[in-house]
């Protein structure tokens, strides 16, 4: 039906429903004017959890724009850059492990070098866990801080940085390719497949869906399995 000779109410009701997701968008965008840089071609597991952890959970940057590239003058305009650059500065954002200078640990206990999945974690991974469990007990914050540091990120950081799980020459019995890091990994487009830089985006995009998801859930399974109640 028509209302005043105007539009028909079914019409109304469809440009009203773009209108409210027009102007959602523009508070979107308005929001998320930060800009996070990492590196284009194939990526890996840490900068893509590093980019989900920023995005989803730290205030600052959430709904931030990943910014792929090794354009260093790009780089140098950008809010937070993980996992390229050369340069470790917390105070300035970045957030690089490749440099030769760089023998970061997650702490004096740990031997493995980090990631710029563990750097993100190290500096923000407090704020994060806090925010995925509603929780504000700094107890609890730091029990699940540190535990999902050592059964969930610590293998991030050692497989990136190519430390071995064991101190050993003797050659492993069989290959472990099942692993979050792996899976990342074979998300990137083999040779034959289309390797154009929207669907390497698109593939990017579904890492940090992979990483992140299983992130949230092993900081939850450690809140409910671990510590109940």
Known sequence: KKRGGGLWVGERREKSVVVLMEEREAKRQKMSSKKIGTHDGTF??????????????????????????????????????????????????????????????????????????????KHFGRDIVSKILEEKNPKIIDKVYLTVYDYFMEAIDGIDNGINQYTTD????????????????????TWNEPSDDKTVRNRFDQAMQLTGGEFTSAVLREKNVYLPG
């Open 44 to 121: 890996h597991c840490d900068e893509a959890l590093a980019c989900y952890l920023l995005t989803k959970y730290v205030d600052e940057y959430q709904d931030a724009e990943v910014v792929r590239t090794r354009d260093q003058k790009i780089l140098n305009e950008l809010d937070i850059v993980v996992d390229v650059g050369a340069e470790y500065d917390p105070a300035r954002h970045r957030y690089d492990h490749h440099q030769r200078s760089f023998t970061g640990t997650f702490d004096d206990t740990h031997k493995t070098k980090l990631s710029s999945a563990g750097l993100v974690y």
């Open 170 to 189: 003797i050659a492993p019995n069989y290959k472990v390719g099942t692993d979050l890091s792996s899976r990342v990994a074979m998300l990137n487009p």
